[in-house]
């Protein structure tokens, strides 16, 4: 690779001036803290009985199923061979962090996600059955998998079989994200990513995100019905998202300020990157507009006595704010993590290309296909029905 | 039977197939060399290299290495004694072609510092394999089953050292392999064959009469970056603080 195509500056091993992981790699952390994220707040519901988050709950699965089921694909499509990929599953080599992902995420696709919409739905899936004509007569009946005893005590089986789930699901769903961060944290050659704060970092983070994507679809979502927004649930969603977001960038903070106050062998090194190539995706999209921005707009319309119609405004621009704040993050870590030399005496630049396989143009489809995916289950499995969703689940 | 063409066509590389499993076909010479006997390092002298980049250009033709990319390269360190600088380092084209002439600056020494895989013992790349295809040989090579690697890259990202880069043709992960097709059966490396000063000698650990013992016994040395704890076997006489 020619250093100087590359915008090498000093000195770098000559076997890293090309940067391994893309910009689809930046999607794999973000895609799933959004599923994981989702499904925590649907869990509050569920298990903690948070009722004012209830017109959520539903919405908050789909949307989580949607980005599971786009989740391996950015990793699918960086593979050099991506027709190997199977060889995880069937002789993963036990020492590999990267080697469980197949089975933590066919655990929490299959057992956690898959198994509690389904329950949760049955009974919807078995009236539509029978309310429905013609094709969609045929895929509910194809959906209710042969069970469509939908008699009161059937449904209390549903419901305690269900809570059950989501009581596995919030470890499986900590398990999911943690883990992904432990890929990165555990890499004690890139001193960047090499934290044990990691997997918890990616967690918070994850919450955070996953919190303002259902904030944000559930306003969308009752805007495009043309339907009121039940500002007591939008309020406490913005409230946990507002906590959750002060964990999260206290440790992002405890991370910053252990580097600093350490300042081992690495830390000229990076310090000089964030002050140079990470300044702008680092402190002034994550920090400032994707941190700082939205903590101050929700914790205003905490404290301060703030309209209905304003504090819907301030939680959408938060709510997007921090959206575009974690995949810059997510972006820091993945790509940062890349631009100095291991040799501490570099730096190299990432060139985004747009329509090649790792380019910009996958990337953007790769993140339009979740709100898709979505789009159909929302068709095919209303989750607005909360009214029908408590007689589903026999309260 | 009557023999038609097309039953003849069939036969024949059945037949060779079966002779060939049966050992009927002609048998290949058993190789004498035992994984077992051997652990391969290697040592090199930093005070004997002169960077005329001998063994980048070897190393390359030795196993194809494709354009760009390096299995071992040369660089040249420029560094000042107090107060300390950020050290000037290069390395151009891998030190392909050796290095053009350069003025020394006032206050500094100057030396060359050849890199390749070291072989580590406790490999962070063959740790992080999710399939196993990078794997260490019982002689202590770390070696790459390319018919297996997926290419994720997670090696090269876990690799402290930079040793590894992605085949652009096989999009298979590349790296040393210390010659291996040459040691076994009795050669030394294409990069230690070519070095005219003899700054790197392939090394066997298992060999009590290597000189390799007296070299570690006799000498100040060290592996890059001992803090990592990888249990490198690339073994430097003469290393600088300097270099990473």
Known sequence: MDPILHGVQGFMYPDEVELQWSILIVLYPFITGLVAGAFILASLERVFNVAAVKPTYRLALLTALAFMLVAPLPLQMHLGHPERSFEMFTTPHRSSAMAMFGFVYL??????????IWLDYRKDIVLLSRSSTGIMRWVY???TLGSDNISERSLKLDDKTGWIITVIGIPSAFLLHGYVGFIFGSVKANPWWSTPLMPIVFLFSAMVSGIALVMLMYMAGMKARKQPIDMRCLDTIAQYLFYTFVIDFSLEMLDLIHRIYEADES????DFMVHSRLWTSQVIIQIVLGTLLPLALLGAAQVLRITAARRRVMYSVAGVMTLIGIFAMRWNVVIGGQLFSKSFLGYTTYKLEFATREGLLPAIV?????????????????PWTAAGAETARGH | MDMTRR??????????????RTGGAETQPQSKYLMADHYWAMTIDIDECIGCGNCVRACATENDVPHGFFRTWVERYSVAGWPEEHPDVDSPNGAFDGFKDK??????????VPKLCNHCEHSPCVQVCPVGATFESPDGLVLVDKDYCLGCRYCVQACPYGCRYIDPEKQTVDKCTLCYHRISQGETTACAENCPTGARTLADLKNPKDPVHEFLRNNSVQVLKPHMATGAKVYYKSLDRSVR
């Not at chain 1, 993140?367 to 499995?381: E, G, K, Q």
């Not at chain 2, 003025?103 to 020494?109: E, L, R, S, V, Y």
């Open chain 1, 267 to 270: 830390f000229k090194s990076l």
């Open chain 1, 141 to 143: 009946k194809a959906m």
């Open chain 2, 7 to 20: 039953f003849f066509l069939v036969l024949t590389p059945a037949a060779a197939a079966f002779m060939d």
């Open chain 1, 366 to 382: 790769l993140m339009i296909l979740p709100f898709f995916i979505l789009w159909v289950l929302v068709r095919l499995l209303p």
């Open chain 2, 103 to 112: 003025p020394a600056k006032p206050g500094t020494k100057s030396f060359f």
């Open chain 1, 107 to 116: 655990w929490y696709l299959m057992a956690v996600l898959v198994m509690e």
